[in-house]
């Protein structure tokens, strides 16, 4: 077991354009996170899976964004039509939880996008 | 919304001399995680408090949470160079059993050998 992995690592694109990362959470894992982070700031939450259910989305992640976590697994973050704004790294989390306790929550190395 | 402050936002010290940083919340904390971080690289997780009076110690990095669950210290004694990065404070305000947290921006750490 390697911890979170993300893929691409960097990713560049040009405006208006549509990406899509991936992010393979710790194999024994339920949660799994996205996060994203600008330069000089912490990095802010935008959705979580328990499983396959994506049970909540932050206001940050507009319609051009979606998510996926398919079969529980490993998870997919689209963004369509992409803006400049969107610019920052993405970073993949994960947690195993049985209960109501927070859980040790683990980082994938994040994709880092610049949309020119 | 939870704020989480971190102070100082940057600290530059000598190798081997020890050092705070310390995170402050405006509303209770359910869980605090503190987690270090490379320049344009992933977080580590360094440690993660829930009790009010908790301290955990890792190698030479010791963390506590005050009584009042709204404060949280890192402190590293002799510190190196390996030690340098960004340190960022998460937490949770909620005691919804999740790990939507709430990040302070960070205290950029320097180690001069």
């Known amino acids: 077991d390697t911890g979170v992995s993300q893929d691409p690592r960097h990713k560049i694109t040009k405006r208006g354009q549509n990406v899509t990362f991936r992010c393979d959470p710790i194999?024994?894992?339920?949660?799994l996170y996205w996060y994203r982070q600008t330069l000089g700031q912490g990095p802010e939450f935008l959705t979580y899976?328990?499983?396959?259910?994506?049970?909540?989305k932050s206001r940050l992640l507009s319609d051009r964004f979606s998510a996926e976590r398919p079969k529980g697994s490993f998870s997919t973050l689209e963004i369509q039509r992409t803006e400049q704004g969107d610019s920052a790294m993405y970073l993949c989390a994960s947690s195993f939880s049985v209960g109501q306790g927070k859980e040790k929550l683990f980082f994938g190395s994040g994709t880092q996008l610049s949309v020119l | 919304s939870q704020e989480l402050e971190q102070s100082p936002q940057s600290l530059i010290v000598q190798e081997g001399k020890n050092l705070t940083i310390n995170c402050t919340s405006s509303k209770t904390l359910y869980g605090l995680y503190w987690y270090k971080q490379k320049y344009g690289e992933g977080l580590i997780f360094l440690m993660m408090l829930q009790k009010g009076g908790e301290e955990k110690s890792h190698e030479k990095i010791t963390a506590k949470l005050d009584e009042k669950k709204q404060q949280s210290s890192l402190h590293i004694t002799a510190s190196q160079p390996s030690h340098a990065g960004i340190y960022l404070c998460g937490a949770d305000g909620s005691n919804f059993g999740n790990e939507k947290l709430t990040f302070g921006t960070g205290t950029r750490l320097t180690i001069i050998p």
């Open positions: 899976f328990q499983n396959e259910a994506q049970l909540e």
């Open positions: 194999s024994e894992h339920n949660r």
